[in-house]
């Protein structure tokens, strides 16, 4: 039997798999050694991808309503319903909301048809939900949203600092590629996290801050960096703009006592192979793209960057997050990093020779779903994502739906929250059945391979694409016959970028045959990444920001609670694939609210009782687990469950749809809540 180099399904570590099928829905599962992400390593989620490739809920053939149908009808009844809601409401009342889960070939075309030939920017995806904040945040910083670090940073670290993120769960693969690093060469690792999670129980240092502390907390670093010394004014002059005043408004109280502040400072000041990953406990907040911009800062000030072993290193939760915004998955840009200026429009429009660019910024995601609500938006397709139950506000977005004249969706699943309020849904090829490329958070470019055929009628989201295009009348701008077509062009776009200053640059590839790209590493280092050179701003020097403190919310005394929300180690988003697991299931077999023991005991919860959560927005219940790795007046609950999965833990019915002002990422973490016994 013969092993099939593919990629996991899950987080954006990326790891390869060498999987072997062995029945007729049947494969075995090994993590790829020569793979660079993962050196033939996996964690739980990947190595049970196994047990979750059944048929059990899958969509199989095309709906409209609760009627199967065939293909064609299902196809023109998109196409005309698209077409006349255009036509009658104008571009702006279409929007397709995509996903990480989505491969990068499947990004492109959508966004290729929504923003050049039906002239609609409300393109967004659930990756905003994920890191748009370490986009905004290194488009400010360095002009364009690149990432100055690869993994191989983590093996020649001294110091590793994690923020917001516990990494020994959601990204298990660069846990042990940390905790390698600190066997092999002795690295110290901190770890800043209002939670002592499992990764922080394992850290040399834990720094406990408040929610929504680290730019208070990396403002004063820096702060005490300058005034011991520490800050490299050569690479601030030759390499950076700083802006007037900068150093001034630097805090000096960090937010957390000065015995652990100290201790922090002197780890930083002695170690300079420095790498700080930051992940969604940073980016889930209204002041997400300060925090990433605070930490950036650092990184740039101390000229710790653009060198081994150094650098700020953005961690994605999905997939192919970084695929996806590289191809123009999110609103605010067109495609391979190039905006809306008027030159890069017209570059733009006669590449694609796209009939009705865009002509500015759509809708991030959180307005993308007010706007249905207000009957702005009369179409929306959703692609590979739940959003009724991963949005904040999960009623008003699942209200929203409702009233939408058109919703499709296009999934994997047949019952999926969102799938039963579409009215037209198209099955969709899942993992194991669909070819191309995802891009992971050092950007390796690696090949999703097909294992099985396609069971049912299912198709590709990127054929699913083309078969609309063409039928609006766009057949020959859509003319692809496989992903490997799809991403020649993309790759070829890129030359675009690089005439208007940006370092994405896949040109090498835009001649490869179908089975060329494997695991391809343009931005690897080795001496020749262009951030040494250059960085893409006006001026080519890297930008310091002035980052201020989240200002704390107001007291409400009945809800005298922050709450926090994440993710469980072996569960993934909505558990749409995970829940079939039946050995990922016992890790967690229901959703935990973690309550500090002295909570516990002033709001009369006790240990393994059930409790309801409450917000402004909403309350769910969950059973209680009373523990001291919650700060008091802190409380935690998982992302996971849904109606599907017949829980009344739907956490996203309490998170309020605040966003950060820069990047439209909601926060998820810091919610005002209260608790009760049930
Ligand atoms: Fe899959 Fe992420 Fe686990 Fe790697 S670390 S096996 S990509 S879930």
């Known amino acids: 039997m013969k092993s099939i180099r593919t990629t ?15 029945g007729e829905r049947a494969v075995s599962i090994a993590g790829d050694p020569d793979h660079p992400a993962n050196e033939g390593q996996l964690c739980s989620k990947g190595t049970y991808l196994g047990e979750t490739v059944g048929l059990e809920g899958r969509l199989l053939d095309p709906m409209i309503g609760e009627r199967e149908t065939e293909w064609n009808e299902a196809l023109d009844l998109v196409a005309k319903r698209l077409k006349d809601t255009v036509e009658q409401h104008g571009p702006d009342s279409v929007a397709f909301y995509l996903s990480g ?8 075309v959508a966004n290729k048809l929504a923003k050049g030939f039906i002239g609609t920017a409300n393109v967004d995806t659930n990756s905003r939900l994920c890191m748009a904040s370490a986009v905004a945040a290194h ?23 994690l923020v917001g993120s516990n990494t020994a769960w959601c990204h298990p693969i660069v846990w042990r590629r940390i905790e390698r690093a600190r066997e092999r060469r002795g690295a110290k690792l901190v ?3 209002p939670r002592r999670t499992e990764t922080a129980e394992l850290a040399d240092l834990h720094v406990q801050i408040a929610p929504d502390g680290d730019v208070p907390l990396f403002n004063a670093l820096l702060r005490t960096m300058k005034h011991s010394g520490y800050v490299d004014e050569k690479y601030l002059r030759a390499r950076c703009s700083v802006p007037e005043g900068f150093w001034d408004q630097l805090e000096d109280q960090p937010g957390i006592p000065q015995e652990t502040f100290r201790e922090f400072a002197a780890m930083v000041a002695t170690n300079p192979r420095m790498v700080t990953l930051f992940s969604q406990g940073a980016n889930q907040s209204a002041g997400g793209t300060d925090k990433g911009n605070a930490i950036i800062n650092l990184h740039l000030s101390l000229g710790r960057i ?112 969102t799938a039963l309020l579409a009215d037209i ?34 198709r590709a989201d990127w054929q699913i694409v083309c078969d609309v295009a063409a039928r609006l009348g766009f057949g020959s701008a859509f003319a692809f ?14 030359a675009l970028a690089g005439e208007h200053g940006k370092l994405l640059d896949l040109t090498d590839w835009a001649d490869c045959s179908e089975f060329e790209y494997a695991a391809m ?101 969950y059973r209680v687990s009373l523990t001291e790795a919650q700060r008091q007046g802190e409380i935690f609950v998982p992302m996971h469950w849904s109606d599907l999965t017949a829980s009344s833990a739907r956490t996203g019915l309490l998170v309020e749809p605040i966003v950060d002002p820069h990047s439209g990422q909601p926060a998820f973490k810091n919610v005002a809540a209260s608790i009760a016994p049930v």
């Open 8 to 22: 996991c399904a899950y987080c954006g570590v990326g790891c390869g798999i060498a999987a072997t099928v062995t």
């Open 101 to 108: 889960q989505l491969l990068t070939e499947d990004y492109y």
């Open 139 to 161: 488009v400010r910083a360095f002009g364009e949203d690149v990432v100055p670090c690869t993994y191989d940073d983590l093996d020649s670290a001294d110091l590793i600092i």
């Open 191 to 193: 770890v800043i996290d």
């Open 306 to 417: 653009n060198r081994e072993g150094m650098g700020p290193f953005s961690i994605t939760g999905q997939p192919n997050a970084m695929g996806g915004r590289e191809v123009g998955g999110l609103s605010n840009m067109l495609a391979c990093h190039l905006g809306f200026s008027e030159a890069e429009r017209t570059d733009v429009a006669r590449f694609w020779q796209a009939p009705a660019l865009c002509s500015g910024p759509g809708l991030k995601a959180v307005d993308l779903f007010r706007a249905i609500d207000e009957g702005r938006i009369k179409f929306v397709w959703i692609m590979a994502t739940n959003p009724a139950v991963s949005m904040p506000d999960a009623a008003f977005v699942r209200e929203a739906l409702r009233k939408c004249p058109t919703v499709v969706v296009s999934d994997v699943i047949a019952d999926t929250d």
């Open 425 to 458: 849904r198209l099955p969709a090829l899942g993992w194991g059945e669909k070819d191309g490329t995802v891009t992971n958070s050092e950007r390796c470019i690696s090949r999703q391979r097909a294992l099985f055929p396609p069971p049912g009628s299912v």
């Open 481 to 494: 016959q496989s992903t490997a077509e799809v991403f020649r062009e993309y790759a070829a776009m890129t």
């Open 521 to 621: 590493r343009p931005f690897r280092w080795g001496g020749a990444h262009p951030l040494k050179r250059r960085y893409p701003t006006p001026y080519g020097k890297a930008r310091l920001v002035s980052v201020s403190s989240t200002p704390p919310a107001p007291a409400q005394p009945a809800l005298p609670l922050r709450l926090n929300t994440g993710r469980y180690r072996d569960h993934w988003h909505t558990m749409t694939r995970t829940a079939l697991s039946a050995k990922l299931s016992m890790h967690r077999r229901e959703a935990l609210v973690e309550v500090h023991p002295e909570d516990g005991a002033t709001y009369g919860l006790e240990q393994s009782g059930l409790a309801r959560v409450a917000t402004a927005r909403g309350e769910a219940i």
